[in-house]
T-cell receptor, first 115, second 110 residues
């Protein structure tokens, strides 16, 4: 079974703090993704990576950065947290860029509250 | 306009009933389609892929209508355990990124 883990289930941070969310997958997947999920808006892609040290912006990258130093680990960084970044953050991975492997496997999510 | 749109519901149905709902997508170049299931406070998980000819997995049937750009999911003989939010997911322009709908909530009551 593919396993995607995230460093925290719940996190409370203050406005202006730097926040690190970590994601690890154990199935040697090439692609990793960070989403945020808000009621009525669905999942929105923040950043993704298709290889170590490679990253591409998703639909809503503003206020976020990412790091992928190892294949299994993909970190999301909020440089200066703001209240509008309060959300559920979901990490996902998929095997390759081949069309046959589009299925994404998700971690349990981190519910971040910025006060 | 959103790339993927769903009726948010909720659809409240009794056990044993049939429930069906659709999702529309805006990009005619979309190539791959999926239904994911998300339980309350849990992560999304793949329920089934949707193939051009339509496909069935037990009590679940998915259909694709390319001409009208929608996909559908039908659940027969609903169980209490089918209560969840169903996410419509589309692969846009032969890219390995996926676009997600906001979800349709189904509640099955005893």
């Amino acid at each position: 079974d593919v396993k995607v883990t995230q460093s925290s289930r719940y996190l409370v941070k203050r406005t202006g703090e730097k926040v690190f969310l970590e994601c690890v997958q154990d199935m040697d997947h090439e692609n990793m993704f960070w989403y945020r999920q808000d009621p009525g808006l669905g999942l929105r892609l923040i950043y993704f990576s298709y290889d170590v040290k490679m990253k591409e912006k998703g639909d809503i990258p503003e206020g976020y950065s990412v790091s992928r130093e190892k294949k299994e680990r993909f970190s999301l960084i909020l440089e200066s947290a703001s209240t509008n970044q309060t959300s559920m953050y979901l990490c996902a991975s998929s095997l390759t860029r081949d069309r046959a492997h589009y299925e994404q496997y998700f971690g349990p999510g981190t519910r971040l509250t910025v006060t | 306009r959103k790339e993927v749109e769903q009726d948010p519901g909720p659809f409240n149905v009794p056990e044993g009933a049939t429930v069906a709902f659709n999702c529309t997508y805006s990009n005619s170049a979309s190539q791959s389609f999926f239904w994911y299931r998300q339980d309350c406070r849990k992560e999304p998980k793949l329920l089934m892929s949707v193939y051009s000819s339509g496909n069935e997995d037990g009590r679940f049937t998915a259909q694709l209508n390319r001409a009208s750009q929608y996909i559908s999911l039908l659940i027969r003989d609903s169980k209490l355990s089918d209560s969840a939010t169903y996410l419509c997911v589309v692969n846009i322009i032969n890219d390995y990124k996926l676009s997600f709908g906001a979800g349709t909530t189904v509640t099955v009551r005893a």
